[in-house]
């Protein structure tokens, strides 16, 4: 069974520093598409980035120039560096990927558990 598990998740000061890792497991022969989105209290879920297995990124506005996404697809990992940290950016994040786990299968959406990131001072 596929599973997503998201950590580095916490509590931060306005301007510091996160990185969140979501690492992909279980029988899986491809992935395509990765992501991060986010939900703030109150709020609808929202893409933060995403990445293909290319390499090609694409950021919402807010988070251009202080968010990187990368992934390394040795390991199935999409990471979400986080810098210039704002308490706007208070939110649960989810990453989600688009996995086929059979050669010639369809292609699903998976999500990670959740890891909240609070930024206050």
């Known amino acids: 069974q596929v599973q997503l598990v998201e950590s580095g998740g916490g509590l931060v000061q306005p301007g510091g520093s996160l990185r969140l890792s979501c690492a992909a497991s279980?029988?899986?022969?491809?992935?395509?598409?990765m992501g991060w989105f986010r939900q703030a209290p109150g709020k609808q879920r929202e893409l933060v980035a995403d990445?293909?297995?290319?390499?090609?990124?694409n950021y919402q506005d807010s988070v251009k120039g202080r968010f990187t996404i990368s992934r390394d697809n040795a390991t199935n990992t999409v990471y979400l560096q986080m810098n210039s940290l704002k308490p706007e950016d208070t939110a649960v994040y989810y990453c989600?990927?688009?996995?086929?786990?059979?050669?010639?299968?369809?292609?699903?959406?998976?999500w990670g558990q959740g890891t909240q990131v609070t930024v206050s001072s």
């Open positions: 989600n990927a688009e996995i086929k786990q059979l050669v010639l299968g369809p292609i699903y959406d998976y």
């Open positions: 990445i293909t297995s290319g390499g090609s990124t």
């Open positions: 279980g029988s899986i022969f491809s992935i395509n598409a």
